[in-house]
């Protein structure tokens, strides 16, 4: 089985940007659709971004469209969330996530059954 360990969050500025990574470890990563989630204090986990298994196929939430781009590179076994223009409503723990396979790209939390540990994102106004 996949396991997955996200970096790459910290502190920043509204305006500023990041990029967090998640390797992955334990299987053949480029049979897996991935995606990006965040949960804010308070608040239910959220559909950030998805990515096919070649990444010819991407899929973000309105909120994040046109700031956030998901990535992968299958040789180092990674995903990436660049995130640009930063908000402090963007201000979450971000995870990782794998799709179960059989299934493409998805919104759904329920169709991912591998996660990540999250990495801590804040933004301040």
């Known amino acids: 089985q996949v396991q997955l360990v996200e970096s790459g969050g910290g502190l920043v500025q509204a305006g500023d940007s990041l990029r967090l990574s998640c390797a992955a470890s334990?299987?053949?990563?480029?049979?897996?659709?991935m995606g990006w989630f965040r949960q804010a204090p308070g608040k239910e986990r959220e559909f950030v971004a998805a990515i096919s298994q070649s990444g010819s196929r991407t899929s973000y939430a309105d909120s994040v469209k046109g700031r956030f781009t998901i990535s992968r590179d299958n040789a180092k076994n990674t995903v990436y969330l660049q995130m640009n223009s930063l908000k402090p409503e963007d201000t979450a723990v971000y995870y990782c996530a794998a799709v179960r396979l059989g299934f493409g790209i998805t919104t759904a939390a329920s169709l991912y059954n591998r996660w990540g540990q999250g990495t801590q994102v804040t933004v301040s106004s």
């Open positions: 334990g299987h053949t990563f480029n049979i897996y659709n």
